[in-house]
């Protein structure tokens, strides 16, 4: 989604701006521009495409200035020209906006009526024109975007700069997440503190609300027009750990870093075979009331709760719903007392899902329910975190990829490690059972490293998809949700049609598409069903269908004509689908490296989705 990078410095921050949205690529953008304040004067570039193309715009008409605001652009209303590209400037006034005004259209009409001239058909240029009419009345730029504000309807947000006000940069968070990043004698703003790491590691998280002056020297936070204090956070992520390194693209090396993200997420709760004490210690008393869970995520956040909720059930007799945020946040659900709500979330920004939740307080609170809340994220700072009774961090690092990878393994460990816990505070699970499921856990890492010695054989295999127009995923149990994710993962980076199914539903309908041309994914662990999926394999290569199975390497199942079979090697049938995902997300990468697609960044689609 958009990304906003601004700030203010005495010296030319030009290519700080420009930095820091190269480094805000990942959330997926189709254009970028950049305003700089110099000498009274507001200098602009703006181009379609690439951050590249931004780049190389600036560096030919040269523009420097120690002022600015620079913005990534995922089109919600306009096409993505240059016309629609931001900063959007009124006469002497520039503003940079991620989310969407709702109301935009009566704010135009009014604004139109009083003479302005709309260049764009954003939401966002209103307020420009805003910001520009309301400081008419004053020469307070602060007060001006404090005055127009409480008119903007919908989840923003802002950076503003004025030709008149060389050292100040005001900001302004309402649903769409913003960071302050704290210099020395220079302060900067952006949607991701990983635009700023180059600069700063000191970050100021803004809530809800918040309206900022920036200048060289001073931040001021006000809420409600009182100047409030928000402390200063030092981060330790470095700028290495959220480069490329030797990898060709971001997604591989996530793919390549789960068993040391995986090691570090159940790091944090295990000591040898069981869990450790102070593990979700503050949650102990709500964990022994709950008496079901809820959870609510989006896209593989949600695969990853739909394999809990299987877990959950089998393993500590605990009902457990999975529903997608934004269904659950419109449908009126019932909210039910003695619940655990469990958003899932790598960036814990959301907006559905943070929206779901916010709803689901406001209708306990109305009826004086006793829930609890909780958020199983990858990202320490984020709103979501902020906003539950409880978190638990899976430590994958920063993903840059827009296909998520290491943050849906490390959710499949950190909600086993949730699990356990509530099994043992509700005595619902047996120390042995515990100390059973924690040992195989330490064992993940060095299974998925030997399941990714597979990457030749799987890159082979993906040259037969690379011209085909459509792909079935099937599985069986928790290799269903690994069946959703891996048609997830295919379609969205190699544009290839993919379909997941639950391998018994294979008789009610999707058979009929299988024939020559069609690849059918099989997810084969050695489990109990795997007899029942042996026959699935045989109704599709009766018809035709071409086979490519990720098997347990004691399963039995053999290569074949028109069956090719990939050896993974043995593990629990309960922690399958963490390896499981492995060779699904290594097929993505290859046929969609393969079909020459923008691996990390693919079309139309944003890491963060935090618009609606
Ligand atoms: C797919 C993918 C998305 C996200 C979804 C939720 O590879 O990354 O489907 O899982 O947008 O995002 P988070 O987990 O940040 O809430």
């Known amino acids: 989604m958009c990304g906003i990078v601004g700030g203010v410095a005495e010296r030319s921050i030009t290519n700080i701006l420009i930095e820091g949205l190269k480094r805000l690529e990942y959330r997926g953008y189709d254009s970028a521009g950049v305003a700089l304040v110099d000498q009274c004067q507001i200098l602009?570039?703006?181009?379609?495409?690439?951050?590249a193309n931004l780049e190389q715009a600036v560096n030919e008409s040269n523009i420097q200035g120690s002022l600015g605001i620079a913005h990534t652009r995922w089109a919600t209303h306009?096409?993505?020209?240059?016309?629609?590209?931001?900063?959007?400037?009124?006469?002497?006034?520039a503003v940079v906006h991620n989310g969407i005004i709702e109301?935009?259209?009566?704010?135009?009409?009014?604004?139109?009526?009083?003479?302005?001239?709309?260049?764009?058909?954003?939401?966002?240029?209103?307020?420009?024109h805003l910001i520009h009419d309301a400081l008419k009345s004053t020469p307070d730029l602060l007060k001006a975007v404090t005055q127009i504000v409480p008119q903007l309807k919908g989840a923003y947000a802002l950076g503003i700069v004025h030709t008149d006000h060389p050292n100040e940069l005001i900001a302004v968070r309402e649903g769409s997440p913003l960071v302050i990043g704290v210099g020395i004698g220079e302060n900067f703003i952006?949607?991701?503190?990983?635009?700023?790491?180059?600069?700063?590691?000191?970050?100021i998280y803004l809530e809800e609300g918040d309206i900022v002056r920036l200048t060289r020297e001073s931040i001021e936070i006000f809420v409600d027009d009182q100047l409030i204090d928000r402390p200063v956070k030092e981060l330790d992520a470095t700028v290495s750990n959220a480069s490329k390194g030797e990898y060709k693209h971001y997604m591989l090396k996530e793919i390549y870093e789960q068993p040391e993200a995986i090691q570090q997420t159940i790091s944090q709760a295990l000591n040898g075979n069981a869990l450790r004490d102070d593990f979700l210690q503050h949650a102990e008393v709500d964990f022994k009331n709950i008496q079901q869970v809820q959870i609510i995520a989006c896209g593989t956040s949600y695969h990853a709760g739909m394999i809990a909720k299987y877990w959950f059930e089998q393993l500590i007799d605990l009902p457990c719903q999975v529903e997608i945020a934004s269904e659950f946040r419109y449908r009126s659900p019932v909210i039910v007392g003695n619940t655990l709500y469990v958003c899932i979330s790598q960036s814990g920004e959301t907006a559905d899902t943070l929206a779901a939740l916010r709803d689901t307080q406001k209708r306990a609170k109305a009826k004086s329910l006793n829930i609890t809340t909780m958020t199983i994220c990858n990202v320490a700072t984020s709103s979501m975190v902020r906003e539950t009774n409880h978190h638990l961090l899976t430590l994958a690092g920063p993903e840059i990829g827009v296909a998520s990878t290491k943050a849906f393994t490390t959710q499949l460990a950190a909600l086993m490690l949730l699990i356990l816990k509530i099994g043992q505070i509700k005595q619902t699970m047996p120390v042995e059972k515990i100390a059973e499921i924690t040992a195989e856990l330490w064992h993940i890492p060095k299974v998925i490293l030997d399941t990714l010695q597979n990457d030749k054989e799987i890159l082979r295999l993906s040259d037969l998809f690379k011209e085909k127009q459509h792909c079935l995923f099937l599985g069986r149990g928790t290799q269903f949700p690994i069946a959703l994710e891996g048609a997830l993962k295919l379609k969205e980076i190699s544009y290839i049609h993919a379909e997941g199914y639950a391998a018994g539903e294979l008789k009610h309908g999707p058979l009929a598409l299988v024939d020559h041309d069609m690849p059918v994914v099989i997810l084969a662990p050695?489990?109990?069903?795997?007899?029942?999926?042996?026959?699935?394999?045989?109704?599709?290569?009766?018809?035709g269908g071409e086979l490519f199975v990720f098997a347990d390497e004691n399963s039995g199942i053999k290569n074949k004509d028109r069956q090719h079979v990939v050896n993974v090697p043995t593990i629990s049938s309960l922690l399958a689908p963490i390896v499981y995902s492995i060779p699904v997300q290594l097929l993505s990468y290859h046929v969609a490296v393969l079909r020459g697609t923008d691996v990390d960044q693919p079309r139309n689609l944003a890491k963060s989705v935090t618009v609606e």
């Open 526 to 543: 050695q489990d109990d069903m795997l007899d029942k999926l042996k026959s699935n394999m045989e109704e599709v290569q009766a018809r």
């Open 103 to 128: 109301n935009y259209q009566e704010l135009k009409d009014d604004l139109e009526a009083l003479g302005y001239v709309f260049t764009s058909q954003t939401d966002t240029e209103v307020v420009a």
């Open 78 to 93: 306009g096409k993505p020209t240059e016309n629609n590209a931001h900063p959007h400037i009124s006469d002497t006034v």
């Open 44 to 51: 602009r570039e703006r181009r379609v495409g690439k951050v």
């Open 190 to 203: 952006s949607s991701d503190q990983l635009a700023l790491l180059p600069v700063t590691n000191r970050f």
